[in-house]
T-cell receptor, first 113, second 115 residues
Framework: GESVGLHLPTLSVQEGDNSIINCAYSNSASDYFIWYKQESGKGPQFIIDIRSNMDKRQGQRVTVLLNKTVKHLSLQIAATQPGDSAVYFCAENMGDSWGKLQFGAGTQVVVTP | EAGVAQSPRYKIIEKRQSVAFWCNPISGHATLYWYQQILGQGPKLLIQFQNNGVVDDSQLPKDRFSAERLKGVDSTLKIQPAKLEDSAVYLC?????????????FGQGTRLTVV
């Protein structure tokens, strides 16, 4: 079936460097995508979202890029900090109802000093 | 603003027993979701409510799982009887309105271990 997936299960980043987390999706009908951050023992926390009519969206230290041609989504974190250590999930709206999200498996980001 | 509250935080039961989880969404939030998150995986939607009505329960194993949202506020998710593969974190989330890009806020979850 169609699914959302991540390329790298673990990403080790030095503090102060930029992080890039990638996500591939296969549902060409998806029109809304979200990145979530999940710290240990907590629920997912919204980071940033993007609709399919956009290629790029920026937030505070984060940028999401959407390439519909190759069905690829990425999250860029600028000047990565120790507090950015977490699991990051991309999710797509499944289309048949609002709020019905399909999550990828997640990428563990480890920030080293 | 108070977040999504869930209880209990942890629960250990034997297989074939029953268990119930409780969720209190953010005040005023019309939409409520229950997700199942198996260790090492992303959350999977089980059921979605709009006020006290079910919007989607296509991924809910209805032979053993049930959920209700009486009065459109609090919600309970029940498993009866539990199986070993039900071991997971059960996350409740809520959003203000039913729309495409409304942000969903998650609770801390209930970690269920079935032995």
């Amino acid at each position: 079936g169609e699914s959302v997936g991540l390329h790298l299960p673990t990403l080790s980043v030095q503090e102060g460097d930029n992080s890039i987390i990638n996500c591939a999706y296969s549902n060409s009908a998806s029109d809304y995508f979200i990145w979530y951050k999940q710290e240990s023992g907590k629920g997912p926390q919204f980071i940033i979202d993007i609709r399919s009519n956009m290629d790029k969206r920026q937030g505070q230290r984060v940028t999401v890029l959407l390439n519909k041609t190759v069905k690829h989504l990425s999250l860029q974190i600028a000047a990565t900090q120790p507090g950015d250590s977490a699991v990051y999930f991309c999710a797509e709206n499944m289309g048949d109802s609002w709020g019905k999200l399909q999550f990828g498996a997640g990428t563990q980001v480890v920030v080293t000093p | 603003e108070a977040g999504v509250a869930q209880s209990p935080r942890y629960k250990i039961i034997e297989k074939r027993q029953s268990v119930a989880f409780w969720c209190n969404p953010i005040s005023g939030h019309a939409t409520l979701y229950w997700y199942q998150q198996i260790l090492g995986q992303g959350p999977k939607l089980l059921i979605q409510f709009q006020n006290n009505g079910v919007v989607d329960d296509s991924q809910l194993p209805k032979d053993r799982f049930s959920a209700e949202r009486l009065k459109g506020v609090d919600s309970t998710l029940k498993i009866q009887p539990a199986k070993l593969e039900d071991s997971a974190v059960y996350l409740c989330a809520s959003s203000l309105v039913y729309s495409l890009n409304t942000e969903a806020f998650f609770g801390q979850g209930t970690r269920l271990t079935v032995v």
